[in-house]
């Protein structure tokens, strides 16, 4: 099951990579004014609302639109699923396990993991809980 890590100091950039490994796609993610959130933007400032790491299971039997709805829904901010060239997908009614299945075809293995993503969201929760004491 690909679940998706959600934290309100998580930059958009930082969301996109996630986006790139799960579900082999990008995104654009729209601010609270409809506009097109700056990659440095946190999630926080697109209107996340909660203040703790939210993880959320991707549900690959949903079409598109019902994913985009549902998280703008349930986090307060909203974005689009787009190609590889960042051109939103025109067939919203195609499932996210198609959309996978459709892109891992250029993948030998299957599946593209980016390590720097792991890394990075583990700094962010790090720093969040504040320095570690040293002994």
């Known amino acids: 099951m690909k679940v ?6 998580m930059t958009i950039s930082l969301l996109q990579m996630q986006f790139q ?12 004014r ?5 990659a440095f933007d946190t999630l926080q400032e697109a209107g996340f609302p909660e203040d703790i790491l939210i993880e959320f299971p991707i549900d690959e ?3 598109l639109r019902e994913f985009e709805e549902e998280l703008e829904d349930k986090f307060n901010f909203t974005l689009e699923l787009c190609n590889k ?6 067939n919203k009614g195609l ?3 198609q959309l996978i299945a459709a ?4 993948y ?4 593209e993991y980016n390590a720097q993503f792991d890394l990075t969201l583990e700094r962010l929760l790090n720093n969040r809980q504040g320095p570690q004491p040293s002994c």
């Open 103 to 106: 892109v891992s075809d250029h």
């Open 95 to 97: 499932h996210l396990f």
């Open 108 to 111: 030998k293995n299957g599946s």
């Open 61 to 63: 039997t949903l079409s």
């Open 85 to 90: 060239d960042n051109k939103p997908f025109t």
């Open 21 to 32: 490994r799960l579900l082999s796609c990008n995104i654009a993610v729209y601010n609270g």
């Open 34 to 38: 409809n506009s097109i959130a700056n």
């Open 4 to 9: 998706l890590k959600l934290h309100p100091l």
